[in-house]
C-alpha cells in the first residue's frame, strides 16, 4: 500500500539550535529549511497529496508553483508520486463545488501530477437535504472527468471520485465509476468516521471493485487501521495524523515501531512577550522570572536524565514545578494523567532505542514539546515510523498467506 502526505509547507530549519532555541541566521524559510522527504535518506513516504482548495489559499506560494510546477516546488525526486485533489473539506458548506472539471483537468495537467481526482463533494450528516444533490452531482463530475481526459489526451491518471453516506452508496457509486472506465477510485469523506465505519465500508467497497480498479482512501491511514487497508488491498491511503499528531495529540506524540505512543514533555518556551495569545504561558498568572526559572530547570533536568546524570523522581519535580506554573488546561488530560504519562516516557526512553536520523541526531530533544522545530521533527520521526510499520504488515501479510 501506498502512503501520500498531504502537503501543509511542513518543514524544517536544519540549522536550528535545540540548546538556545535559536533559527538559522539569515534564513529563508522557503530556500533553505527542508521537507521530511529532504531530512531523511530514505524514503518515509510514497508521495504527496496536494489540494487544490489549500493552494487557493497560499497566494505567494502559489504564484511560485505556478512559475515553476509543483514537483519543482516540492523538491520532490523522480520516486515519489504527486497525487491532486479538489480538497472538498475547504468548500463543504457549499452547495456546489467551487471548481470546474475543465479548470481542475488543467491545473493537474500543467501542473505535473501524476494522478488527478475528479471533481467531488462531500456528504455529510448536516447536510442531509443535499445528500442526493451531492452523491449525483460527484458521479456526473467523474463521468465528465474521465471523458474529457480521454479527449485531452492528458498526461496524468485519472482517479474517480466516490462519495456516499453508507455502504450501500458507497458501493453504487464505486460499481459506477468502475463501469465509466475507471480503474483507479478514491473513497472520500471518511475522514471523519470511526474505524468501525471505515472498515465496514471499505470491506464492501472492496469486494464490488476487486481485481476491476485499485482503490485510494482519503484522510483514513491511521495506525490502526493499516492492518485493514493492507487485508483488503487497497492501492494507496493519506492521512496527516501521523505527523500532526506530534503536536496536536493529548498523549500519542512520539509512535514506536511496536505500534505504540508516547506523550512528549511540554516544556514550551518563555518568552518575554509570554508567547503567543492563549497559550499556556501566555495565560500563566506567574512572574516571567519565576517561569524562565522553572523552564530553565524543566529543561535542563530532561537532559541530565537522558544523559543519565539526574535520577526520574528529581526529573519529575522540576517538570512538574514548570508545569504548575503554566495556564490551565481544560482541553487536556488533568495534571496527575500527564504525570502519569510523562513517567512512563522516562522510564522507558525509546528515543534512544529509536534508529531514526531524527532520533539519533536530537536524543531526548525530540519527546521535547516545545516550538515548531522540536514538534515538526517529532512529527517526521512518526512518518519514518509509519513507514516501518507498513512495511512489518506487508511482511506479516506476505508470511501468512505462505502459511495459508
Avoid at 524559510?29 to 529532504?38: M, T
Avoid at 457549499?94 to 495537467?109: K, S
Wanted: hydrophobic letters at 40%; a neutral charge; proline letters at 3%.
Amino acid at each position: 500500500m501506498k502512503f501520500f502526505l498531504p502537503d501543509w509547507d511542513d518543514r524544517v530549519d536544519p540549522g536550528y539550535d535545540f540548546l538556545t532555541d535559536r533559527l538559522t541566521l539569515g534564513r529563508d524559510p522557503y530556500r533553505d529549511d527542508l521537507y521530511a522527504h529532504e531530512l531523511f535518506e530514505e524514503p518515509v513516504y510514497d508521495g504527496i497529496l496536494v489540494s487544490r482548495m489549500a493552494l487557493d489559499q497560499a497566494g505567494r506560494k502559489r504564484k511560485r508553483v505556478e512559475q515553476v510546477g509543483m514537483r519543482t516546488y516540492l523538491r520532490m525526486s523522480d520516486d515519489l508520486e504527486l497525487f491532486g485533489d479538489c480538497g472538498a473539506f475547504g468548500y463543504l458548506d457549499r452547495r456546489d463545488p467551487v471548481f470546474t472539471t475543465d479548470e481542475i483537468l488543467d491545473y493537474y495537467e500543467r501542473l505535473g501530477f501524476d494522478y488527478g481526482v475528479s471533481v467531488d463533494h462531500i456528504v455529510l450528516p448536516e447536510f442531509e437535504d443535499q445528500r442526493h444533490h451531492r452523491y449525483d452531482l460527484t458521479l456526473r463530475n467523474a463521468e465528465e472527468f474521465l471523458r474529457l481526459h480521454r479527449e485531452g489526451e492528458l498526461s496524468f491518471s485519472p482517479v474517480g471520485a466516490a462519495q456516499g453516506w453508507d455502504a450501500q452508496t458507497y458501493v453504487e457509486a464505486a460499481a459506477a465509476l468502475v463501469e465509466m472506465g475507471y480503474d483507479y477510485i478514491a473513497i472520500g469523506g471518511l475522514a471523519r468516521s470511526n474505524s468501525r465505519t471505515i472498515s465496514m465500508i471499505l470491506s464492501a467497497v472492496a469486494q464490488v471493485v476487486a481485481g476491476r480498479a485499485a482503490i485510494h482512501v482519503f484522510g483514513v491511514a491511521r495506525a490502526s487501521l493499516l492492518q485493514i487497508l493492507l487485508d483488503l488491498g487497497i492501492e494507496s491511503a493519506d492521512s496527516a495524523a501521523p505527523l500532526r499528531q506530534a503536536w496536536l495529540a493529548a498523549k500519542d506524540n512520539y509512535y514506536t515501531e511496536d505500534g505504540g505512543a508516547f506523550a512528549a514533555i511540554r516544556i514550551p518556551l518563555a518568552t518575554t512577550g509570554r508567547a503567543m495569545s492563549g497559550s499556556l504561558v501566555a495565560r500563566s498568572e506567574a512572574t516571567f522570572g519565576d517561569l524562565r526559572e522553572a523552564e530553565h530547570e524543566a529543561l535542563s533536568a530532561v537532559r541530565a536524565f537522558a544523559r543519565r546524570k539526574l535520577g526520574q523522581r528529581e526529573t519529575m519535580k522540576r517538570i512538574k514545578a514548570y508545569d504548575t506554573l503554566l495556564g490551565s488546561r481544560t482541553y487536556e488530560r488533568s495534571a496527575s494523567q500527564r504525570e502519569q504519562l510523562y513517567r512512563d516516557l522516562l522510564r522507558q526512553r525509546p528515543w534512544d532505542r529509536c534508529p531514526c536520523p531524527v532520533c539519533k541526531e536530537l536524543g531526548v530533544e525530540v519527546v521535547i514539546f516545545r516550538g515548531n522545530n522540536r514538534n515538526r521533527r517529532r512529527g517526521f520521526h512518526n512518518l519514518w515510523v509509519l513507514r516501518r510499520r507498513i512495511a512489518s504488515a506487508k511482511d506479516k501479510a506476505s508470511d501468512d498467506s505462505c502459511f495459508a
